[in-house]
């Protein structure tokens, strides 16, 4: 069972910038695809950003371009580097994993996830 711990959110005014960061307590952790899902109250879970084991990117066209997904397999972290916060990047963001293929995090489906993490754009 991986655990997903998500730290790093918070207030920021419109154009800040933000990391997010999810440590995961697998060691084999470089051999997930993993991801960033987020939720806005009232509405369902999006995928926004998605990393997979061979590194390769993709990110949800609301965010390409001012969001980099990254990960320190030393350190089993996956972090999410946001800038030009918008205020419709409000949300909770969860930090998501796959084992195997096909790498679903984009569709918002994962095996793994963490609990959330708040983040809150104002205008």
């Known amino acids: 069972q991986v655990q997903l711990v998500e730290s790093g959110g918070g207030s920021v005014q419109t154009g800040g910038s933000l990391r997010l960061s999810c440590a995961a307590s697998d060691v084999t952790f470089n051999g997930y695809c993993m991801g960033w899902v987020r939720q806005v109250p009232g509405k369902g879970r999006k995928g926004i950003a998605r990393l997979t084991k061979a590194g390769d990117t993709n990110y949800d066209a609301s965010v390409a371009g001012r969001f980099t997904i990254s990960r320190d397999n030393a350190k089993n972290t996956l972090h999410l580097h946001m800038h030009s916060l918008k205020p419709e990047d409000t949300g909770t963001y969860y930090c998501?994993?796959?084992?195997?293929?096909?790498?679903?995090?984009?569709?918002?489906?994962?095996?793994?996830w963490g609990q959330g993490t708040q983040v809150t754009v104002s205008s």
């Open positions: 998501a994993a796959e084992l195997s293929p096909p790498c679903r995090v984009l569709a918002a489906e994962a095996d793994y």
